[in-house]
């Protein structure tokens, strides 16, 4: 080979044909065809499904397991997993009400208080898990319980309601016509999205969940950066938990009960790796706009609820055996 | 035309577009050690994972005893008589030795395991790579070089007639390649066929009968052993002759020291050890494996803390509780294990080599990707590495060129001082050179350079003065200009 051509520099191609390839290679690019797909199908199956309130619906539906499921898509990113976002969401919910109702503070004030909140209790699994190395799946089984335990203990099994008028707003409100949680949702969306992309912070979680020992030999301060990743799921599944009781006007301890899994199979069929280090944003988000898309497409085809969990099912394997075929 | 045992005919691989093999015919006979060689990314290891059923060749077959034969997964080569000693160390940390050594092979009938004829077994082809290795403890407390003799075991364990090592010897010291050497000439005395793979030319004269060379994956020729030399072989494998270059280091008054350690001690690693470096200095560690040569390196770097001792950069005593302490300071470590310590497998190749400096790049936008890739290319054409496009995986380089993705890496970082451990493991000659090279001009612009190693000659070419270790101790320090490979070792041995 000779000197000019080791050290050339290929291009890639440009244009139409260079566009349509980084499509294919995008990792969304098949959660996107296949949500895309059921959306079509189901708007000729079901006229009903493309009414702007049942579109609200959906969304709606969508933004609370899909806020979790963003928090979820971090930890999964840098090779961990927990296990407590659906009930830290019901313990923040809780926290919340009692903040309106029993302290008295402002509305408007609470939502964020909650976040800090939903930090807090994440960051505990941040402790042991970055900082004192314990597997992650253990130690937030753990938090899963204190924390579901936790809630009952504070509310012994009663609802915490009326939250008030104007606190409804976060739930049932709208901006420009969009649901407020549904806008919360996105933009928390695209504030990650821009932080995994272009962020040194995001970069470095990328490069943690593909080898940490090497991050850490980097300069890579790895802990550091795996404590507030969990920090952060803990205040996106808050947020989803406070959201849902303005939604509800009742912070009930039942809320986020059956949002880990749905959050876990967002992420998983957007195209996150239980591996660590490979996943988008765009593609959880997507994963939860597919599967609450799903159980409204049960809904409106009137096919029995009890179908919805096999479909589901169905759906994730599909989704990993597309990604098997890509891959090869 | 004599017998073979075994052959390829025509075989390509390809991979996507990439060509890794282009038409290649290749055989061994029985009672023959066939040796390969090639720069990286010749194609070696593809075709070896083609013998050992790991791979599936794009077009032509394989021949076992002239009849035609595929193989699906490893276990049909293994039963056709074909196993291989992979050059990644590839064992079951928490089982025993001789759990590993029979690992998938083990003796018994539907109802379990018969353990004790298992372990005759394992115990048998242990004996014959190397007797010292206690086949009850688990594997993970073993040694480098003793896990890679297990590996070898494993592949003897199968009875295969056929053997194929790759790199066996990456990792052993001289006493232990030896060994190995007097197993394979035994192999072959017995009929065994072996397919050798190794940088070491020296080895590959003494061991082999006929040598096949590849190069950018097409064969290139044979050499004949007993006629060839090692800059014949060199120039084969390269298409064009090596420059020569001067022999040592102009030993000239170096500047002001950069990196002082004194005393540093960490139980079971190292004890009491002292050294300085100084500005455009390259002082080489030499030592055994397990001399605790790579735990120096690591613990100057922070990422283990010393017991006792001090660690001054600059002039100025540091505490590094983090690796990130270190860079801060201006000095750098370069691991010794590629895929487990120093890529980023999932990443592209520019963000490989920009993970280090990304403070360089950063806007009120967050990150100018474009500004960090212009950077690449640059050190791309400078070092030179040969790629594709900086934006594909670091997984699609070969080892050599990944290498230098990493060196770049602290190139970029315009660190001062660099502790580069075994830099030129598994690098073929060429690039071997070329990074020595490009270190050697590093220093003479004021770089100061350590440079651990294993291999004595390497460290003697690159160093001007050399530590050598032994057992955790520093047994002393060299000037390169007057000391010889025996020198090193009756040091290391005093």
């Keep these: 080979m000779s000197e000019a051509a080791v050290s050339s520099v290929r291009r890639k191609p440009q244009g139409l044909a260079g566009a349509l390839a980084k499509f294919r290679q995008w990792d969304a690019s098949g959660i996107f065809v296949a949500l895309i797909v059921l959306c079509l199908v189901l708007a000729v199956a079901a006229p009903a499904f493309l009414s702007q309130y049942n579109l609200s619906v959906v969304a709606r539906q969508a933004s609370f397991v899909g806020l979790v499921a963003l928090g979820q898509t971090l930890v999964l990113l840098i090779g961990g997993i927990d296990l407590s976002l659906g009930a830290a969401a019901g313990l923040s919910a809780i926290v919340g009400g009692l903040m309106l109702t029993s302290v008295g503070i402002h509305p408007y004030l609470v939502v964020p208080l909650t976040a800090c909140f939903g930090f807090l209790l994440g960051t505990i699994n941040g402790f042991f898990t970055a900082r004192l190395r314990l597997n992650p799946f253990i130690v937030t089984l753990a938090s899963w319980e204190i924390f579901a335990g936790a809630t009952l203990v504070i509310t012994k099994g009663y609802p915490i309601r009326p939250l008030g008028d104007a606190f409804q707003w976060f739930g049932r409100g709208e901006i420009f016509g969009i649901p407020v949680p549904v806008v919360i949702f996105l933009a928390a969306g695209l504030i990650l999205s821009y932080v995994l992309a272009r962020t040194r912070f995001g970069r470095n979680i990328y490069a943690i969940g593909g080898n940490r020992d090497a991050a850490n030999l980097v300069g890579i301060r790895v802990w550091r950066i795996e404590f507030i990743v969990f920090g952060l799921a803990g205040m996106l599944a808050s947020l989803a938990g406070i959201l849902y009781a303005a939604r509800m006007n009742s912070a009930q301890p039942s809320v986020g009960e059956g949002w880990l899994m749905g959050a876990i199979t967002a992420a998983i069929i957007g195209g996150t790796s239980l591996r660590g280090g490979q996943g988008t944003i765009i593609g959880t988000i997507f994963g939860a706009l597919l599967m609450a898309v799903l159980a409204n497409g049960i809904v409106l085809l009137n096919v029995s609820g009890y179908w919805e969990r096999v479909i589901v099912g169905l759906v994730v394997l599909i989704a990993i055996l597309v990604d098997l075929f890509r891959r090869r | ?494």
């Design chain 2, 1 to 494: 035309m004599e017998q073979l045992d075994f052959e390829a005919r025509g075989v390509s691989k390809r991979f996507g577009v990439v060509t890794a093999l282009n038409d290649v015919s290749i055989g061994i006979a029985a009672g023959e050690v066939h040796a390969v060689i090639g720069e990286n990314g010749a194609g070696k290891s593809t075709l070896m994972n083609l013998f050992c059923g790991r791979l599936k060749p794009t077009e032509g077959s394989l021949y076992r005893h002239q009849a035609p034969v595929t193989f699906e997964t490893p276990m049909d080569a293994q039963r056709a008589g074909i196993a291989i000693a992979p050059q990644e160390v590839n064992l079951v940390p928490r089982l025993s030795v001789a759990e590993n050594v029979v690992l998938g092979a083990q003796s018994g009938g539907s109802f379990g395991i018969d353990w004790k004829a298992t372990r005759a077994r394992a115990l048998e082809s242990l004996a014959q790579i190397d007797d010292t290795i206690d086949p009850d403890v688990p594997v993970f407390t073993l040694s480098k070089a003793q896990q890679q003799l297990v590996q070898i075991a494993r592949a003897v364990a199968t009875d295969a007639r056929i053997l194929i090592f790759d790199e066996p010897t990456a990792a052993l010291t001289q006493r232990e390649a030896d060994r190995l050497f007097a197993f394979i000439r035994r192999f072959r005395e017995e009929g065994g066929a072996v397919f050798y793979i190794s940088h070491r030319l020296d080895e590959i004269l003494d061991l082999s009968d006929r040598i096949s060379v590849l190069r950018d994956g097409t064969f290139v020729g044979e050499l004949d052993p007993t006629t060839t030399d090692k800059d014949a072989m060199v120039r084969a494998m390269a298409g064009r002759a090596v420059a020569e270059r001067s022999a040592t280091r102009a030993t000239t008054e170096r500047g002001d020291v950069v990196l002082k350690v004194d005393g540093l001690t960490r139980t079971g690693e190292f004890r009491n050890v002292s050294f300085s470096l100084r500005r455009g200095e390259i002082l080489g560690i030499a030592g055994l494996v397990g001399s605790g040569r790579t735990e120096v390196g690591r613990c100057v770097f922070g990422v283990t803390r010393p017991e006792a001792g001090t660690i001054e950069i600059f002039g100025k005593a540091r505490q590094l509780h983090h690796p990130a302490d270190a860079i801060t300071a201006g000095l750098v470590y370069l691991p010794e294990e590629r895929k487990q310590d120093g890529i980023f497998p999932l990443l592209s190749i520019s963000e490989n080599m920009g993970i280090a400096t990304m403070e360089k790049w950063r806007g009120v936008f967050g990150m100018r990707f474009s500004d960090m890739v212009r950077e690449v290319e640059t050190y791309i054409r400078r070092i030179p590495i040969k790629v594709g496009d900086p934006s594909d995986p670091i997984t699609s380089l070969s080892g050599g060129n990944q290498q230098k993705v990493i060196l770049a890496r602290w190139l970029m970082k315009e660190s001062r001082i660099l502790i580069l451990d075994e830099p030129t493991r598994g690098i073929d000659v060429n690039a071997k050179l070329e990074i020595q090279d490009l270190l050697r001009g590093l220093a003479d612009e004021g770089l100061s350079i350590v440079y651990i190693s294993s291999e004595l000659q390497e460290v003697l070419d690159v160093s001007d003065r050399i530590l050598v270790m032994h057992e955790g101790l520093v047994k002393g320090i060299e000037p390169a200009a007057s000391a010889t490979q025996e020198s090193l070792l009756a040091l290391a041995m005093s």
